[in-house]
Structures are given as C-alpha cells and as structure tokens.
C-alpha cells in the first residue's frame, strides 16, 4: 500500500508525506499511539471535549497544531515520523490532516 499524508496548515502552506507500507514494517500502532502521547504532553497540548476523553484524531490534529507548521517545515525527521504514525494509526491511504479547520479528512 502506498501512503499519502498531508499536512495543512494554509491553503499554500501543505507538507506532503509519501511513503510504501515497507516504510512502515516493525511499527506498531501502540507505538504510534505511545508516541502521539507523548508529543502530546510535551507540547502541552489542550483539548476542551464534552467528555473529557481525548481521542486519537484528537492527539494527532493537536500535536499538529501546537509542533505549528516550523517544525514541518524545519525538523524533517521528526515531521516524517508525525506522517508515518499517522497513517500507521488511521490506516488509510490518503490523509489530509488539516491544521486550520482542525479536521482530519480521508
């Protein structure tokens, strides 16, 4: 399977991520959950929900939105792993995480 992660923060400000399953062999979705978790907590990130659950999408849009577009475009490696868990954790071939709306589209 082929992977297609695209990062949004502006109409003209998108980061693209492609990649094959093989990029993806040895990872697991509980490390990718584990490292979601803690990007999280060391952003600091907030999340207000009615439940006081935090989601996945959650964690992924957030993580995104508090790293902000400086470290996709200036941390290459650490921006490919956000893609790679990404599309470990949603398992879809296209992803378009859209930091402006705060939506994760397929």
């Known amino acids: 399977m082929q992977y297609h992660v ?3 923060f502006a109409k003209d400000r998108e980061y ?3 990649f094959g399953s093989g990029d ?3 990872r697991t979705v509980d490390e990718a959950r584990k490292w979601f978790d803690r990007e999280f907590t060391s ?3 907030d999340v207000a929900t009615p439940t006081g659950k935090v989601l996945i999408i959650d964690r992924i849009l957030s993580v995104a939105k508090y790293a902000g577009e400086g ?3 200036e941390q290459a ?3 490919d792993q956000f893609a790679r868990y990404t599309a470990l954790i949603l398992a879809r071939d296209l992803i378009r995480v859209d930091v402006a709306n705060y939506a994760i589209g397929y």
């Open 6 to 8: 695209i990062v949004s």
């Open 16 to 18: 693209h991520f492609r």
């Open 24 to 26: 993806l062999a040895g």
């Open 43 to 45: 952003l600091e990130c």
């Open 71 to 73: 470290r996709f475009k």
């Open 77 to 79: 490696s650490w921006a």
